[in-house]
Antibody
Framework: EVQLVQSGAEVKKPGESLKISCKGSGYSFTSYWIGWVRQMPGKGLEWMGIIYPGDSDTRYSPSFQGQVTISADKSISTAYLQWSSLKASDTAMYYC??????????????WGQGTLVTVSS | QSVLTQPPSVSGAPGQRVTISCTGSSSNIGAGYDVHWYQQLPGTAPKLLIYGNSNRPSGVPDRFSGSKSGTSASLAITGLQAEDEADYYCQSYDSSSYVFGTGTKVTVL
């Protein structure tokens, strides 16, 4: 069974750093892309970026380039999303999701349960 | 800012048919990229509902169907049920980016 299990909820102060995780299981972690999607309170879905753990090829949405860093450790089948200096506007639910590779396969077939990040002084 | 536009809300009585539109442009849907649909039940993660314009993953009821034409796509729900009350998002590809629609809330009257 394919599963993406994300790390737990976080409460942070503005200016602090944070790294959240997404562990894949039940499939070949290095053969699929892992994307990150933001959902601010009461709002829609926003694509942040994506990584191919097989070779660490990483792409970012122009809206999030330079604001976050996406990485992966294929030895433990885990992808990460990190911030160096959080802002109150980073308060949101963050989802990781799997995307197949190749051709026109640009969709997310499995999703993590989400990690709620709250940034407040 | 979403590049795919959806109606904010649609509603229907149980058993009725509702449709959700997803309007894009020549750089995404009109460029030939496929459209995919997700269902997000309250308080849960999104779930893939339709992929490749009209394909249903295993386990998705055939009450859900998708289509694409030109720069737009549509999701239809026939035989609307109370459990279909959720937010629905379309998604495509544009300029090397995954793009989502603005989202539509479906209410079952």
């Amino acid at each position: 069974e394919v599963q993406l299990v994300q790390s737990g909820a976080e409460v942070k102060k503005p200016g602090e750093s944070l790294k959240i995780s997404c562990k894949g299981s039940g499939y070949s972690f290095t053969s699929y892309w892992i994307g990150w999607v933001r959902q601010m309170p009461g709002k829609g879905l926003e694509w942040m970026g994506i990584i191919y753990p097989g070779d660490s090829d990483t792409r970012y949405s122009p809206s999030f380039q330079g604001q976050v860093t996406i990485s992966a450790d294929k030895s433990i089948s885990t992808a990460y999303l990190q911030w160096s200096s959080l802002k109150a506007s980073d308060t949101a639910m963050y989802y990781c999701a799997r995307s197949c590779s190749g051709g026109s396969c640009h969709y997310f077939d499995y999703w993590g349960q989400g990690t709620l990040v709250t940034v407040s002084s | 800012q979403s590049v795919l536009t959806q109606p904010p809300s649609v509603s229907g009585a149980p058993g009725q048919r509702v449709t959700i539109s997803c309007t894009g442009s020549s750089s995404n849907i009109g460029a030939g990229y496929d459209v995919h649909w997700y269902q997000q039940l309250p308080g849960t993660a999104p779930k893939l509902l339709i992929y490749g314009n009209s394909n249903r993953p295993s386990g998705v009821p055939d009450r859900f169907s998708g289509s694409k034409s030109g720069t737009s796509a549509s999701l239809a729900i026939t035989g609307l049920q109370a459990e279909d009350e959720a937010d629905y998002y379309c998604q495509s590809y544009d300029s090397s980016s995954y793009v989502f629609g603005t989202g539509t809330k479906v209410t079952v009257l």
